[in-house]
Structure formats: C-alpha cells, structure tokens
C-alpha cells in the first residue's frame, strides 16, 4: 500500500518560515519525480515545486527565490523548505508522486 505523509504545517507569521516533509512508504521513492502542491478551498489545486530522481528542480513563479525542494534518498523523504512565506501561501500543501497523493498539510501565514 503506498502511503505519502506530509507534517511541518502551522501558523506563522508573514515572512516567516517553515519546512515541510513527506515520508513515502510502499512505493520505490528513487526513481520518480516528487511535488508539492497546494489549494486553497474553491480553487484549483496549484503546482508548487517538483524534483526529479536525478534532482532537477523546477518552481511555480509565486514561489520561485523563497521555496526550496528536495529529496533524501535514504529516508525517502521530501521537504520543502519555505521561507520569507506571505499571507498568499495559505493552503492545503500536499506531496505527489504519479497518482499518489498525501492527506495534506495546513499552512497559515497571517499578516
């Protein structure tokens, strides 16, 4: 059964930061390509940061400078790491690999 489980999320500040991690079970971890997503209730669910299994990263426009993924091969575990975070960032965030998706994690950036 492939799992993918996020934590990390909170409240914080705007302009503060928090690093987000999902565990994978279940699945082979090193060879596919990983995201994070995340929604806000009524819109759609936006790409955030992918990283392939050899570590090319690309990033949404909003997040591009302030974000950063990346992946340990050995925990098979992904983190995204968020920084200088804005009150726009608030959503559900959650890990991807292929069909599968995790249950989410709340961030809350008040201003």
């Known amino acids: 059964q492939v799992q993918l489980k996020e934590s990390g999320g909170g409240l914080v500040q705007s302009g503060g930061s928090l690093r987000l991690s999902c565990t994978a079970s279940g699945i082979s971890f090193n060879d596919k390509t990983m995201c994070w997503y995340r929604q806000v209730p009524g819109d759609e669910r936006e790409r955030v940061a992918c990283?392939?299994?050899?570590?090319?990263?690309v990033y949404a426009e909003t997040v591009e400078g302030r974000f950063t993924i990346s992946r340990e091969y050995a925990k098979k575990s992904l983190d995204l790491q968020m920084n200088n975070l804005r009150p726009d960032d608030t959503a559900v965030y959650y890990c991807?690999?292929?069909?599968?998706w995790g249950q989410g994690t709340q961030v809350t950036v008040s201003s």
């Open positions: 990283i392939t299994p050899d570590s090319r990263t």
């Open positions: 991807q690999t292929q069909w599968f």
